[in-house]
């Protein structure tokens, strides 16, 4: 259930449906994952980390603003589907990234964040929904390099990365800190 003012799963997937529908226009969709709840829970307990995950999810709200609409599928995950053309949509993925990483810095927690352009790379929403959800690279000091990593590996032809080539053929997106 969502802690201060995101979308549901069940409306999720009703906006997926209509963002995928024949001549929608082009948008970002995103998955926004957060790490380190269990160690939060450890040191300070479900409040502890009910009361960051709200601060997160305002950092959240806060840096998508009207350019977009939050969801929160799950207790540590919120799914953005952007308003605004691709382009923006990345800047404004990448400030609230940094947002949600900042609240999280002194107690251990980071986002990372995966991506899926609509309505080309998915013809439903459970394909929206996983296409994001493999992209995922982690946020913080090591994300970029691992994604840069997996850029390489996929040039190379190693492994099952091509995934990540499509959407970032020129190298890992403003979306990863690094």
């Known amino acids: 259930m969502p802690v201060c003012g995101s979308g549901t799963r069940r409306e999720l997937m009703a906006d ?3 963002a995928l529908a024949p001549g929608s226009p082009e948008r970002l969709f995103a998955v926004v994952r957060l790490h380190g709840f269990g160690a939060v829970i450890r040191r300070g307990g479900e409040a502890a980390a009910t009361t960051l995950l709200a601060e997160a999810e305002r950092s959240l709200l806060d840096g998508v603003d009207e350019s977009g609409r939050c969801y929160q599928p799950r207790f540590d995950e919120w799914c953005i589907l ?3 053309d691709v382009e923006t949509a990345i800047r404004h993925l990448d400030a609230v990234t ?3 990483d900042e609240v999280g810095e002194t107690c251990g927690i980071f986002s990372e964040a995966g991506v899926a352009i609509l309505p080309q790379e998915a013809r439903d929403p459970l394909g929206a929904l ?4 493999r992209r995922v690279a982690p946020a913080g000091p090591e994300g970029g390099r691992e994604l840069g990593r997996t850029l390489r590996r996929a040039r190379r032809g190693d492994g099952d990365h091509a995934n990540v080539v499509e ?3 020129n190298g890992p997106p403003a979306v990863v800190h690094g």
Do not use: C
């Open 82 to 84: 952007f308003d605004s």
């Open 167 to 169: 959407l970032f053929p």
């Open 130 to 133: 996983e296409r994001a959800d």
């Open 16 to 18: 997926l449906t209509a």
């Open 98 to 100: 940094a947002a949600i």
